[in-house]
Nanobody, 123 residues
Framework: QVQLAESGGGLVQAGGSLRLSCTAS????????MGWFRRPPGKERIFVAS???????YYADSVKGRFTISRDNAKNTVYLQMNSLKPEETAVYYC?????????????????WGQGTQVTVSS
């Protein structure tokens, strides 16, 4: 069993930056794919970024060039650096882990989820 805990959310002005962290416990996640998703108010949870164990990265088109996903396997932690944030990116951001090393953009492919961290971008 894997427990995931996100941190780093908060209130930021449009154009600002935040760095989210996701620390895993219970077992190592160095060999599995990790992802970040977000759920805007009243909407479905959607894909943001994912990373393979070998650090291949994938992004939603809307965040390419502004967000960066990374991982520190020694710390069992995944990060999401978010720059040039927009008000419409206000959402609860979730970290997720797959049972395999293949990244996916589909939330149904992930086996473990954190509780989420709120990101609010003011205009």
């Amino acid at each position: 069993q894997v427990q995931l805990a996100e941190s780093g959310g908060g209130l930021v002005q449009a154009g600002g930056s935040l760095r989210l962290s996701c620390t895993a416990s219970g077992r190592t996640v160095s060999l599995v794919a990790m992802g970040w998703f977000r759920r805007p108010p009243g909407k479905e949870r959607i894909f943001v970024a994912s990373i393979s164990p070998t650090r291949n990265t994938y992004y939603a088109d809307s965040v390419k060039g502004r967000f960066t996903i990374s991982r520190d396997n020694a710390k069992n932690t995944v990060y999401l650096q978010m720059n040039s944030l927009k008000p419409e990116e206000t959402a609860v951001y979730y970290c997720a882990a797959r049972g395999s090393g293949v990244p996916s953009t589909n939330r149904n492919d992930y086996d473990y989820w954190g509780q989420g961290t709120q990101v609010t971008v003011s205009s």
